[in-house]
């Protein structure tokens, strides 16, 4: 049997997955080792053999959407001085002018003046967070590697860049790497918590943790690149109402309610839409290949507060709906508004009752508005999903999947807008349940030289000679093949690069990375 976790910022989901959802809990997260726990306790009795729990997480996310994230510094290893372009966002940037040309070659060392200065520069800035980025570092990272071994020596914690992606994006890596050392501390922090609650009750059972492109990895694998599980949750989410719709063949829109804020992802086919080149979080455009998500300023909790003469809709949780026994009436009162007394009562102690109308008004432009925002970002380009590519698709849904706990709530909002309301069993823990059935992401990375007659796959000590005319084709069969031997899943490739290596006038050889993995998608 399988158990699936979200760990919200509101509550916490938990799932017993055998034939079917066996059981489920939900408790608030206010402690995060004690909600963990107290699911686990629900779930298990002692005939059950539990042979995975899988986790998701909307904490880190919504650390760096409050702004809540460390200091971090960025070592950037280039032959040109950079920082400018940075500086409005990265406060703390050291250059080192050392670097590595278009071929991998080492053009300029790191100079021990030059780690030395570093070292004095954080050090006086108080950083303890460092990502080190050097251009071309996935043609050669021998830099990285050097200027990283250095600062783990002085005890910072540090995050190489060519270890995130392989793509010769250097902007993007420098982004990638510096949002994930700005919460390197923090995410080990919640993992750790949430690994101790787990290791209390079950000593040996595999931990997974859900990635932004909706598969799942080892909890050990998860701590070294936290920037991968940085939309975790919402990733949950969109496998959980795979699992509802899977049949499903029609454009939907699927939005999960939380307490303050509310995810919206998209499905084309049944199959979920998804950020090939990377997301942006907040101002920082990744690397990170993730299933598209829209979020939305609103949730359950979301209450009402007025500047002048406008109403404005505040995403600070003050507390549960006021029908529940709450402080202030929220979106879920508005809602209940006319079928529940408590709700009624609320809206006369705050004075708001003969603005009932003006509220609903307000939301439900409010939820328009962003539903056309999430549809027209979509269109903005051409569209991938899990299984497809669509270059000159529209995407127009007629119909809308609504769950987490306060799915019942706005399917009145959603009816006034015309769309046709889904709201799936189990609905409250979709985002367990995708966690618990999410496949593992299964990676390889083929490293070739065809002018070192090499080839190594690290993930499986698997080592190759090759002569001058492997190319990428036969690469990619390798890693298809590779991936097949350890999986029943489909597969695919995910990065691909080839990089001719030219003497004179003469192409010599060939150096060749490629990235393959196990698609996202169900277990079952």
């Known amino acids: 049997m399988i158990i699936g976790i979200d760990v919200g910022g509101t509550h916490t989901d938990a799932v017993l997955i055998g034939s079917g959802v066996l059981k489920k809990f939900k408790t608030p997260s206010a402690d995060l080792k ?12 002692s005939n059950i053999d539990i042979e995975r729990i899988s986790i998701s997480t909307t904490l880190v996310t ?8 460390e200091k971090a510094g960025i070592f950037l290893i280039c032959d040109s001085p950079l920082s400018f372009l940075y500086e409005n966002i990265i406060p703390y940037i050291y250059t080192a002018h050392s670097y590595i040309d278009h071929r991998g ?6 100079s021990s003046n030059d780690l030395s200065s570093a070292l004095e520069y ?8 460092i990502g080190v980025v050097s251009k071309f570092s996935p043609r050669n990272p021998v830099l990285e590697k050097k200027a990283g071994d250095f600062f783990r020596k002085n005890g910072f914690n540090v995050v190489e860049g060519s270890t995130l992606s392989g793509k010769l994006d250097f902007p993007g890596r420098i982004m ?23 290791r209390s009750i079950l000593k040996d059972t595999e931990i997974m943790i859900v990635k932004a492109d909706g598969g799942v990895v080892p909890i050990s694998d998860a701590i070294k690149r936290p920037v991968d599980t940085i939309l975790s949750g919402p990733a949950a989410s969109i496998m959980g109402s795979l699992f509802h719709l899977k049949d499903f063949s029609e454009d939907f829109i699927i939005i999960d309610i939380g307490g303050t804020t509310s995810d919206i992802g998209f499905f084309i086919n049944s199959s979920p839409v998804i950020e090939r080149d990377g997301i942006s979080i907040n101002n920082y455009k990744t690397l990170v290949r993730a299933l598209k998500v829209f979020s939305m300023p609103l949730g359950g909790d979301s209450v009402f507060n007025w500047s002048g003469n406008e109403l404005v809709i505040s995403n600070v949780r003050e507390g549960i709906p006021y029908c ?16 529940n007394k408590k709700s009624e ?13 003006i509220i609903e008004e307000k939301i439900i432009s409010f939820i328009e508005s962003y539903l056309k925002k999430a549809i027209s970002l979509v269109n903005s380009r051409h569209i991938y999903t899990i299984k497809e590519f669509f270059e000159n698709r529209v995407f127009n849904p007629k119909k809308v999947l609504l769950v987490g706990g306060a799915a019942p709530y706005f399917k009145r909002f959603l009816d006034r807008l015309g769309y046709e309301v889904i709201i799936p069993k189990d609905y409250e823990v979709c985002n367990a349940i995708g966690a618990a059935l999410a496949r593992p992401s299964y990676e390889l990375n083929l490293f070739a030289n065809t002018l070192d007659a090499r080839l190594s796959i690290p993930e499986i000590d698997y080592y190759e000679k090759i002569d001058r005319y492997f190319d990428e084709t036969l690469a990619r069969k390798i890693v298809f093949d590779k991936l097949k031997s350890i999986t029943n899943f489909d ?12 003497r004179g006038f003469n192409t010599i050889g060939k150096n060749i990375r490629i990235v393959g993995q196990v698609k996202p998608g169900l277990i079952i």
């Open 34 to 45: 004690k909600s963990v726990i107290l699911a686990l306790e629900k779930l298990i009795d």
């Open 62 to 69: 919504n650390s760096i959407s409050k702004g809540n994230i």
């Open 105 to 110: 070659e080492v053009i300029k060392d790191l």
């Open 122 to 129: 954080f050090i006086s800035n108080k950083i303890k967070n």
């Open 176 to 198: 990638t790497t510096y949002l994930s050392s700005s919460v390197y501390s923090i995410y080990r922090s919640i993992i750790s918590d949430i690994e101790s609650s787990i």
């Open 324 to 339: 529940f026994g709450g402080p202030r009436v929220t979106v879920t009162d508005l809602a209940l508004f006319g079928e």
């Open 345 to 357: 009562e609320g809206f006369i102690k705050e004075g708001l009752i003969d603005k009932i109308k």
């Open 491 to 502: 597969v695919e490739i995910v990065e691909e690069e080839v990089f001719n290596m030219v």
